[in-house]
T-cell receptor
């Protein structure tokens, strides 16, 4: 049972336009959400996060929106640049039985920004 | 600043051979440590996590084991590899009480 879903495996966007990546979750125990960017053959890089008590967090060209009632979050990249082409993973955090936070990842969305 | 290292970067091993992947973290103390696997076309699957030396929790029963002999060292092992163990193995760390995890460069394992 997938608790974090990224329903679009891929997305193509023209350079300079907005990229919107979506993520849905099912577990109400998730209280923190993160986006990671991953290039081929490299480890994921932390991009931006949001606490469940907020509905928006912005960092430069990247904004994450959280709709807690719909259990939905999205990552907006504007303007999109060719260097943004990568796989983007959505992750949700919950406290584990051992007392540390664990992340549950979606399967990723491959973003291609076309020059 | 903190850095995380993994080695080797790539590995090709025959079925039935042993495995040892190493991960070390610098610039922090008492981190939480994690091993993930990314199979082709799949997301990141948590395999093991550790909140301290010799404290390992397993998420998925399988052919692999993990150990943490030192505070900033995390090792992933297998006595006999299976074909299904092929994948991209990632080590990550987080601060105690922190949500954000920071990943190493990964090890590409191919079992033949």
């Amino acid at each position: 049972d997938q608790q974090v879903k990224q329903n679009s495996p891929s997305l193509s966007v023209q350079e300079g336009r907005i990229s919107i990546l979506n993520c849905d979750y099912t577990n109400s125990m998730f209280d923190y959400f993160l986006w990671y960017k991953k290039y081929p053959a490299e480890g994921p890089t932390f991009l931006i996060s949001i606490s469940s008590i907020k509905d928006k967090n912005e960092d430069g060209r990247f904004t994450v929106f959280l709709n807690k009632s719909a259990k939905h979050l999205s990552l907006h990249i504007v303007p999109s640049q060719p260097g943004d082409s990568a796989v983007y993973f959505c992750a949700a955090s919950a406290l584990s039985g051992a007392g540390s936070y664990q992340l549950t990842f979606g399967k990723g969305t491959k973003l291609s920004v076309i020059p | 600043s903190q850095t995380i290292h993994q080695w080797p970067a790539t590995l090709v091993q025959p079925v039935g051979s042993p495995l040892s992947l190493e991960c070390t973290v610098e610039g922090t103390s008492n981190p939480n440590l994690y091993w993930y696997r990314q199979a082709a076309g799949r997301g990141l699957q948590l395999l093991f996590y550790s909140i301290g030396i010799d404290q390992i929790s397993s998420e998925v029963p399988q052919n692999l084991s993990a150990s943490r002999p030192q505070d900033r060292q995390f090792i992933l092992s297998s006595k006999k590899l299976l074909l299904s163990d092929s994948g991209f193995y990632l080590c990550a760390w987080s601060e105690q009480g922190g949500h954000e995890q920071y990943f190493g460069p990964g090890t590409r394992l191919t079992v033949t």
